[in-house]
């Protein structure tokens, strides 16, 4: 995904239906850039290309080169009980691998993940924290 991509004020946009296909009902001429982007409530997708620019004239453009998911970026909040304050410091293990550390909210993310099956565990000094088997 592009990072700059909240940053910018895109033109227009659509959204792609089932299958990935999407039309923009009428461009002007003129140069584009086409930034992929989708985001779930704590997931992003990382989708490559990340950007891919393309000119219109005066007939239809079909794009040819596709869109891929590539890995996805996911984040979560580590409290110090089920319903306790965030928890600042709390490292964060991904299949007994340190990944992260948790901000000064709570809040870690990892990122470059792919499709797979993780252990993940956070650990404090002042609590212990249950293992959960994501898939």
């Known amino acids: 995904m592009n990072k700059n991509f909240e940053s910018k004020k895109p033109l227009c946009h659509v959204i792609s239906d089932n299958t990935g296909r999407f039309i923009f009902p009428s461009l002007s001429p ?3 850039k086409l930034i992929p982007h989708y985001a779930g409530a704590q997931t992003k997708f ?7 620019s393309f000119k219109v004239s005066h007939n239809s453009v079909v ?4 869109f891929k998911i590539t890995g996805f970026t996911v984040g979560g909040l580590v409290r110090s009980a089920m319903n306790g304050n965030p928890l600042q ?5 991904l ?3 340190e990944v992260a550390v948790t901000d000064k909210n709570g809040k870690y993310v990892l990122d470059n993940m792919k499709a797979g099956q993780y ?5 404090s000094g002042i609590r212990n ?3 959960f088997l994501l898939n």
Do not use: C, M, N
């Open 30 to 32: 003129g140069d584009y």
């Open 95 to 97: 299949s007994h691998k």
């Open 119 to 123: 252990t993940l565990k956070a650990e």
């Open 129 to 131: 924290f249950t293992r």
């Open 46 to 52: 990382d989708v490559q290309p990340p950007e891919l």
């Open 89 to 93: 410091g709390a490292k964060i293990f």
């Open 63 to 66: 794009l040819t080169p596709d």
